[in-house]
């Protein structure tokens, strides 16, 4: 009788449906684990020129070498104190995006260098976690070789992971951490809600771990209205630092647009920040 019964079951065409659904969604998560790379990263490989014009007077394209060979492609704009701002940037696009942000920055007084990580902005090779993090290495042990001044590192939403690791490989004199995550896991499985996203992702960036072996000055901030990394995940990145640290939510403002909706409250948050940890006049 149960026998019957079980195979009325498996030959009904609603159990049919269901058996063709999971092989289906089996081999949409084996494509995914293969392909996640080019779901993950989102880069813009196109060679980006130096900026021209008086206002960008002095900024230049400095093309440095990783490890593993491939060639990175970089902006270097010293400025008046002896500070310099170590930008990783997000996940989409390239540095030639960021150029107005770069310039507020800059009008400060600071230094700034930005680096296009492998497959960004003309750099060779193709994004990864590990990669990124050479990447960044390489560009800290070039100015600590070719320049005089303190080092900031200032993450941009991916690149929150990128500066945290490399605080902790080279400890900077400050850190800035903006539209951040504690893990990369987290993002992906808020991105991909039906997936078991956190279990595949290979690239994990998994930063709160981190934070507590990172003692030097930390500044966080966060859009109350980000789509992409929702505030919690940003906050849960400063829960995990270390004093001294500063919390600086932006009102209204979003992933991508801190600067323009923070205006000048943002620059003047982040100037006093500096100023009141690296001792600058």
């Known amino acids: 009788m149960l026998d019957?019964?079980?195979?009325?079951?498996?030959?009904?065409?609603?159990?049919?449906?269901?058996?063709?659904l999971a092989v289906l969604y089996v081999l949409l998560l084996v494509v995914i684990y293969l392909f996640q790379r080019k779901l993950q990263y989102f880069p813009d490989s196109s060679i980006v020129p130096t900026p021209a014009g008086n206002e960008f007077r002095g900024l230049e394209t400095i093309e440095l070498v990783a490890p593993d060979g491939v060639r990175l492609a970089n902006w270097y704009w010293p400025g008046r104190l002896p500070t310099t701002l170590v930008i990783f940037h997000g996940n989409a696009g390239h540095r030639g995006h960021r150029l107005e942000w770069l310039a507020d920055l800059?009008?400060?007084?600071?230094?700034?260098?930005?680096?296009?990580?492998?497959?960004?902005?003309?750099?060779?090779?193709?994004?990864?976690?590990?990669?990124?993090?050479?990447?960044?290495?390489?560009?800290?042990?070039?100015?600590?070789?070719?320049?005089?001044?303190?080092?900031?590192?200032?993450?941009?939403?991916?690149g929150c992971g990128v500066a945290v690791e490399a605080a902790c490989r080279i400890p900077p004199e400050t850190l800035i951490l903006q539209s951040g995550f504690a893990s990369g896991g987290d993002v992906a499985q808020n991105a991909y809600p039906f997936l078991p996203a956190r279990w595949l992702l290979?690239?994990?960036?998994?930063?709160?771990?981190?934070?507590q072996t990172i003692h030097c000055p930390v500044l966080v901030i966060h859009g109350d209205q980000d789509s992409i990394i929702p505030m919690?995940?940003?906050?849960?990145?400063?829960?995990?630092a270390n004093e001294p640290k500063a919390w600086s939510p932006i009102a209204g403002a979003n992933h991508n647009d801190?600067?323009?909706?923070?205006?000048?409250?943002?620059?003047?948050?982040?100037?006093?920040?500096?100023?009141?940890?690296l001792k600058l006049k």
């Open 4 to 20: 019957n019964l079980m195979n009325f079951f498996l030959r009904h065409p609603f159990f049919r449906i269901l058996r063709i």
């Open 106 to 158: 800059h009008r400060l007084g600071y230094g700034t260098f930005i680096l296009d990580y492998r497959g960004y902005g003309g750099s060779e090779g193709s994004p990864s976690e590990q990669g990124l993090y050479m990447d960044a290495e390489t560009v800290i042990r070039w100015l600590k070789v070719k320049t005089n001044t303190q080092l900031v590192y200032f993450g941009e939403s991916l």
């Open 202 to 211: 290979t690239d994990r960036y998994n930063s709160v771990s981190k934070m």
């Open 232 to 240: 919690r995940f940003g906050k849960e990145l400063f829960d995990s």
């Open 258 to 277: 801190l600067s323009w909706v923070g205006g000048k409250e943002y620059l003047k948050t982040i100037d006093a920040f500096l100023r009141q940890h």
